[in-house]
């Protein structure tokens, strides 16, 4: 069984899938409190793999994207494995304090201040831009780096940044520009 904030169909906002069709599994709960994060991680329903799978088979997209709170609480190969049996595109969108499984299509790791990363694989690194130094981000074995405004308050100090860094792009949450969930 595995704690589901939501399970929901739309378009990918951020980053490199930016305006693909997917599937969000949200899962609850977060082992970091960040204090700009957009999500009520803690409510959700206990759901096996097989309602989970049926509530994903409703949606026509092969993507799907694991995400929460921190989806690595609660993903393990098993559910990986079964959403590939589905013919699915799994990505995963963690802050990288825990191992993952190795069967993820693709992972996104949004790395926090004082979080100590444990990955093995990143394909893309997504900052949530707060005036920080992105240095330490830039030596992560990711081939995509995209930096993005805080909840969209500090775009011109994020453009900036990215001007400063030409390795990373800009990524906008796109989903609440156009006002999708």
């Not at 991680?41 to 097989?50: I, L, T």
């Not at 990363?117 to 992560?140: C, F, H, M, S, T």
Request: glycine letters at 8%.
């Amino acid at each position: 069984m595995r704690k589901i904030n939501e399970i929901f169909y739309s378009l990918q906002g951020e980053g490199f899938h930016t305006g693909t069709p997917a599937v969000f599994i949200r899962f609850s709960g977060c082992n970091l409190k960040c204090p700009f994060c957009d999500t009520r991680h803690e409510e959700g329903v206990m759901m096996s793999d097989e309602e989970i799978m049926v509530e994903v088979l409703r949606y026509p997209a092969t993507m799907v994207i694991l995400t929460g709170g921190e989806p690595s609480l609660w993903v393990d190969a098993g559910l990986v494995e079964c959403l590939h049996e589905a013919g699915r595109f799994v990505c995963i969108e963690t802050n990288g304090t825990h191992a993952l499984p190795e069967n993820i299509d693709w992972v996104t790791c949004s790395p926090k201040q004082g979080g100590t990363l444990r990955l093995r694989r990143i394909d893309e690194v997504k900052v949530v831009y707060e005036g920080q130094d992105i240095a330490p981000y830039e030596n992560l074995p990711a081939r995509h780096f995209f930096l993005q405004p805080c909840s969209g308050a500090n775009i011109e100090a994020t453009v900036a940044c990215v001007m400063q860094h030409p390795r990373w792009r800009l990524s906008l949450q796109t989903h609440k520009l156009i006002g999708i969930a």
